[in-house]
């Protein structure tokens, strides 16, 4: 069971079954924290009511007694809670966003309340460099959480044949990683007589080899580090968007919070221009009557479906609605298709129904 949010992709991976989407906002302090399992409890019972007078079968109770009968998870809430089971999927999660109390029970999850958590277009990722140390971070405008890159340094070690590391790898970070797992790489270094910057490049070379899958798309990377170090894998990665600024702190052991809060004011004037270049070209289609412009969610859905959809702006739902359905699959099918969901305010997207898109063609 996963306690944090799952990737996008596992959400929107078909397979037989049904899905049933639990939201609830959570109260975080007090002696009215207790409510919170107490509420989870009676949603899930709904939940169960909806499955049976549809005749679906699910195995909710043992899922709903892990969660509750878990007092750590429900020791630190968050703004609001998430739990998703289906399937393949088990999730619960607290979110750093209030949500509305719902419940959903269909052959797709509801991803209208977290949309901003994945789709609001700051995703980002900071890779923190040391001299025998490297962190790979991943996030948005929420926060950063860290990303396993174990096995992936644990190869690059082995294919630095002829290179003297230590004898072992060895994981040490103030600030334990997901699982209770420390997330800070050590990776070893030369002999004495070994040149300590070739020796700097040849690692960086292979690291940018190893960890290029965990680098696909347009997400920003922030260099963290100090000394030459960032400076010499920025000179040999092949990434396309490594930003010019580098942290220059050491971040192997800070907490993600504060990594965070270093970080985000130095992508955050990117991700503005790049929205408001996104909006700025909608509405110039618009306004010249292109037909790529579409501001109305029943014409938006069948071109996503028929992968046509290139940028999709949508307000995020607050509250459940008949549009919410419509909505989330279109978010779907854009997704599946390659294409870029921006999450934008009703001002932004006004008039309208708070879907829009420009089409690819």
């Known amino acids: 069971m996963e306690s944090t949010l799952p990737r996008i992709e596992a959400l929107l991976e078909r397979s037989e079954g049904p899905r049933v989407s639990i939201f609830q906002p959570a109260v975080r302090s007090g002696p009215e924290v207790r409510q919170n399992r107490i509420r989870f409890r009676n949603l899930i019972r709904r939940a169960g009511r909806r499955l049976d007078d549809r005749g679906l ?61 994945y789709l609001d277009g700051t995703d980002y990722d900071v890779l923190a460099v040391a001299r025998q140390e490297v962190r790979l971070l991943r996030g948005n405008r929420f926060g950063l959480f860290p990303v396993d890159v174990r096995a992936d340094v644990d190869r690059v070690r082995r294919r630095l044949e002829g290179v003297e590391f230590e004898k072992e790898l060895q994981y040490h970070s103030g600030t334990p990683g997901r699982g209770g797992t ?140 008949d549009d919410d359905r419509a909505r989330d699959a279109t978010v779907i099918e854009t997704l599946r298709h390659g294409g870029r969901v921006h999450v934008v305010s009703p001002e932004e997207l006004s008039p309208g129904d708070g879907v829009a898109a420009i089409l690819r063609f």
Do not use: Y
């Not at 998870?73 to 968050?78: L, V």
């Not at 910057?197 to 963290?224: N, Q, Y």
């Open 57 to 117: 079968a699910i195995d909710l109770p043992r899922r709903a007694r892990e969660i509750l009968g878990d007092r750590s998870f429900w020791r630190h809430p968050g703004e609001g809670l998430c739990v998703l089971i289906g399937p393949k999927l088990v999730c619960r999660s607290w979110l750093p966003i209030p949500v509305a109390e719902e419940i959903a029970v269909d052959e797709e999850f509801r991803v209208g309340p977290i949309l901003p958590l």
């Open 182 to 321: 420390r997330d800070a790489i050590f990776f070893g270094t030369g002999g004495a007589d070994r040149d300590v910057e070739e020796e700097a490049r040849r690692w960086s070379l292979r690291l940018d080899d190893e960890l290029a899958k965990h680098f696909r798309g347009e997400r920003p990377l922030v260099l963290c580090g100090v000394g030459n170090l960032p400076a010499i894998f920025r000179s040999v990665s092949s990434h396309s968007r490594i930003l010019a600024e580098t942290l220059a702190v050491d971040a192997i052991h800070l907490d993600p919070a504060e990594v965070h809060a270093r970080t985000w004011p130095i992508v955050r004037p990117r991700f503005d221009r790049d929205r408001e270049a996104a909006l700025g070209n909608l509405r110039r289609l618009a306004g010249r009557g292109d037909p790529r412009a579409r501001r109305r969610a029943s014409a938006i859905l069948p071109e996503a479906t028929r992968a046509r959809v290139g940028i999709l702006f949508v307000v995020p739902s607050d509250g459940p609605s």
